[in-house]
């Protein structure tokens, strides 16, 4: 278990985490999604002692990670940059994380093992492809089978069987009863992988609860109604009391569920071309939530 | 999977020692450095001695061959040099920094135990290299009936005072390296104070620039390394030797003080 309380961290006068309150709950995955520069990573540093807040705390089981006598056993991470030496093999790498936790070395072996690493373990971490140093990231991160995994953006880099492979990871980790912690920018990689929403947005939390309600509550849905005397399908629409945009030449109905709308335009002698239950994606949700808190734009429209 | 024993509960400078004992023999660079370290201080005091020993032996020169023994191993200051600064700095160079502090959140812990690793390591090897510069540079005096002995006034302190040297200088570089946490800034930091600097205050007028030039550390430390001292504008050996060790002690506290102020 995660707790934050309060926890902010200012940087040059600037705020990159803003006084944020959250629980990271056991048994489940826990996504961490923001945009770009939200505060995620500078939360998670918090979280293990790297950076010292400005203001508030965190715990984890209920204490400061740094109290702990061997945190690599109570907590796992995975984080941002690639903390490898590149001369260094992915086994000796993972050999002296052992030794400072009193974690004994067949631990290493299994660990490499379980991230697919075993063959190239001899190999100097330099020479690994970016999906090679997210995986002996990943070993790095369970080596004290911890009960509290934090991964940081886990999946860049990786390969589709390497998200997947991530994914059933996490998973797995949750139906064991650890704490999962995972990062990431991409709705589309939570909505599969969280059973729990923590959305951030410049150092702030937009969102805490659990995906199915994020799903619900943000996703919007409409019927896409086409109909060739389609003006007094409008009419007949509007006149029920319905939410009806007109777009190009078809109309966007909110209100009533599709099977309703068919009887209803029906029931007046009116033809149907299509009639489609349309539900935004969660990246549309979350690009909307998002919106007024996303540090760097990119532009995509020319001056005029 | 093994289910692991219960955790220690409590946290031990071992464990961190043995961490970073890993991390430093698991790069090959240290090794590198450390063979270049022996060859070209055993080496030069070889040769050094080589050049010397017939000279001596003819009465040519008034110099005594104590003064040659340990000569080489000043090209082995910018080994240890090497190596103490990379303890630290390929840390941040890597940010492997953050994975060392999530392993052990203790920072003065870490910084002692790399203190003891790098210190330990430099020992050995600077022992290792004045030996065999022993070793090849007395052949040569042996051979011109000059040789010294082991047994000799100040032989033993040298031998075994290189070692400390080379330690300190280690040391000096790692805290240094705290400071600066770049690796090409510390090495060339620590490199320009004691080959360069060191000299240039020589230049300062008066009694001022001479004891300015005494307590620098690449003028300070050295002085337990050679048998037979050649220059009388140095300290006595341990006196060098403590200002050297104090010189340390206020740049590893200093590296201390900022390394556990600011975020890794
Ligand atoms: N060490 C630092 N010094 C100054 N500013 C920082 C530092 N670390 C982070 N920031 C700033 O804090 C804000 C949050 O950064 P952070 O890296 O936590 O975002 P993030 O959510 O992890 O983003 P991303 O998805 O790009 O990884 C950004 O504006 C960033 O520029
Ligand atoms: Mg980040």
Sequence with gaps: MIRAQGLTKTYDGKNAVNGIDFTVEPGRVTGFLGPNGAGKSTTMRMILGLDAPTKGSVTVNGHRYASSPAPLREVGALLEAHAVHPGRSARNHLRWLAASNGIPTTRVGEVLELVGLDSVAAQRAGRFSLGMGQRLGIAAALIGDPPVVMLDEPVNGLDPEGVRWVRSLARQLADDGKTVFVSSHLMSEMALMADHLIVIGRGTILADSPLQDFMAEHASAYVRVKAPRSTDVEALLVGRGLDVTRVDDELRVQGLDAPAIGELIGGHGLFLHELTLVRSSLEDAFMELTADSVEYHARTEVAA | ?264
């Design chain 2, 1 to 264: 999977m093994t289910a692991l024993a219960a955790p220690p509960t409590n946290a031990s400078l071992g464990r961190t020692v043995r961490s970073e004992w890993v991390k430093l023999s698991s790069i090959r660079s240290t090794w590198w450095t450390a063979l270049a370290m022996v060859v070209l201080g055993a080496g030069f005091t070889t040769i050094i001695s080589g050049i010397a020993a017939g000279d001596i032996a003819s009465g040519k020169s008034h110099d005594s061959p104590g003064e040659y023994i340990t000569q080489g191993l000043i090209f082995s200051q910018i080994s240890a040099v090497v190596i103490g600064a990379l303890v630290v700095t390929s840390e941040y160079g890597t940010g492997m920094i953050r994975a060392t502090l999530a392993a052990t959140p203790v920072r003065s812990r870490v910084l002692a135990a790399k203190a003891i690793v790098v210190s330990g390591f430099l020992f050995v090897v600077g022992v290792v290299t004045a030996f065999l510069g022993y070793f090849g540079g007395n052949a040569f005096f042996r051979s011109e009936r000059v040789g010294i002995s082991l047994g000799d006034e100040h032989m033993l302190r040298s031998m075994f005072g290189a070692g400390l040297y080379m330690a300190g200088l280690g040391l000096l570089a790692g805290a240094i390296g705290l400071l600066v946490r770049h690796t090409a800034a510390a090495i060339s930091i620590v490199l320009a104070l004691v080959f360069i600097i060191g000299q240039v205050v020589q230049l300062i007028p008066g009694t001022v620039g001479e004891w300015v030039m005494k307590l620098m550390p690449g003028n300070a430390g050295p002085g337990i390394v050679v048998p037979v001292s050649f220059g009388d504008n140095m300290l006595s050996p341990w006196t060098g030797f403590a200002v050297f060790v104090g010189e340390i002690a206020l740049l590893g506290l200093a590296g201390l003080a900022l390394f556990q102020k600011r975020d890794a």
